[in-house]
């Protein structure tokens, strides 16, 4: 496997539509790097750039120690699962299987023996001789993932490859295709994937590192928790996390943050590293970080609106002087409060308050992150 870097590259269409923005992106060998972003933000146009699919504008595609932006898809080191799983209707899934190292010269008997180890590290040895038609969108996808990783890939390429599955094979294809990644690395041949969704619970539970795009511009590239307690702008903490982060506009005054009628007490260790204090500042805190209270000094007063029931969770979607907020509480704490009342009062908790900059999206609040 081998190391992808991408340095400075950009996309321009004809009449001019820039699609990427001169980005920047290092994928370790061995990493599982996510590329996830809104519809539109140019993720696959990227993946299909590293892929040789798509003519790079300017910049560098490099793998491994090569430059790659003049040479064709075949002999890039690079092998590609889609969308819509690219079988070959007419082969069986063993000649499916065995058809790249076919053309790219293997004998019968390699290419034998390297589908019989393929199928079994995929478990899929029982559907070698079915064809396509007959297998399952779970299956189908095993064997797409098969195709690409009997050639032994340098980097491998994913392009929404779960998005035709139900919830459910959705998450079983998920702990497949991580274990599978762990499983290689465990044995020595680490494989440096790069997986493009607009998921965010599959870029959060799948990635090494995530890259979250916007407009083709790359916004963050952090691991899953980094993303998560300490987002560089208002677009990851709007992006990543379910329910989305809360987000109240108001102004830091001193030791507090003002909004409109209520002021949320920040503590010292926050104020302590704000990079600059906005006149027009945007106030964030997760849901999980809202707590219900019960006349508490600093709690916010809000008008609760509606009410989901997750089972073990219940999301308050209230609004606090016309601005939306959510609470998460336990069931047995939304069993505990009254229920007939149109009022509730939230107390945020300090650790967990990131302050934004208006105006730039900045978080100028940000934790150190080791």
Avoid: W
């Amino acid at each position: 496997m081998a190391r992808l870097q991408l340095k400075n590259l950009e996309k321009v269409y004809g009449g001019g539509f820039k699609a990427v923005h001169g980005i920047n992106l290092d994928v370790e060998e061995g990493e599982f790097m996510v590329l996830v972003g809104p519809s539109g933000c140019a993720k696959s146009t990227t993946l299909r750039m590293i892929a040789g699919l798509e003519d790079v504008t300017s910049g560098e595609i490099r793998i491994g120690d090569r430059i790659v932006n003049a040479l064709e898809p075949g002999k890039r080191g690079i092998a590609m699962v889609f969308q819509n799983y690219a079988l070959y209707p007419h082969m069986k899934v063993r000649t499916n299987l065995a058809f790249g190292l076919r053309i790219g010269g293997a004998s019968k008997a390699e290419a034998a023996v390297a589908v019989e180890e393929v199928a079994k590290i995929l478990e899929i040895e029982p559907l070698l001789d079915r064809l396509p038609k007959q297998l399952s969108g779970g299956q189908a996808q095993r064997v797409a993932l098969g195709r690409a990783l009997i050639k032994k890939p340098e980097v491998f390429l994913f392009d929404e490859p779960l998005s035709n599955l139900d919830a459910k094979l959705r998450a079983s294809m998920r702990v497949r295709i991580t274990d599978l990644h762990k499983r290689l690395r465990a044995e020595g041949m680490p494989a440096t994937v790069v997986y493009v969704t607009h998921d965010q619970t599959e870029a959060m539970t799948m990635g090494d590192r995530i890259c979250v795009m916007k407009d083709g511009h790359i916004m963050q590239v952090a691991t899953p928790k980094v993303l998560y307690d300490s987002p560089a702008n208002l677009f990851v903490a709007g992006f990543i996390g379910s329910p989305e982060m809360n987000v109240i506009d108001g102004q830091v005054d001193g030791d507090s943050f003002r909004t409109a009628g209520q002021v949320i007490r920040l503590d010292e260790a926050l104020t302590s590293r704000l990079t600059a204090r906005p006149d027009a500042a945007a106030l964030g805190i997760r849901p999980q970080h809202l707590k219900l209270a019960d006349g508490t000094n600093g709690a916010l007063h809000a008008h609760l609106k509606s009410v989901e029931f997750m089972g073990h969770e219940v999301y308050l979607h209230a609004q606090l002087d016309g601005q939306p907020i959510t609470s998460v509480a336990t069931a047995a704490e939304y069993d505990a409060m009254d229920r007939a009342a149109d009022m509730i009062r939230l107390l945020p908790e300090p650790a967990n308050i990131h302050i934004f900059d208006r105006a730039s999206g900045a978080n100028v609040s940000l934790r150190a992150q080791g």
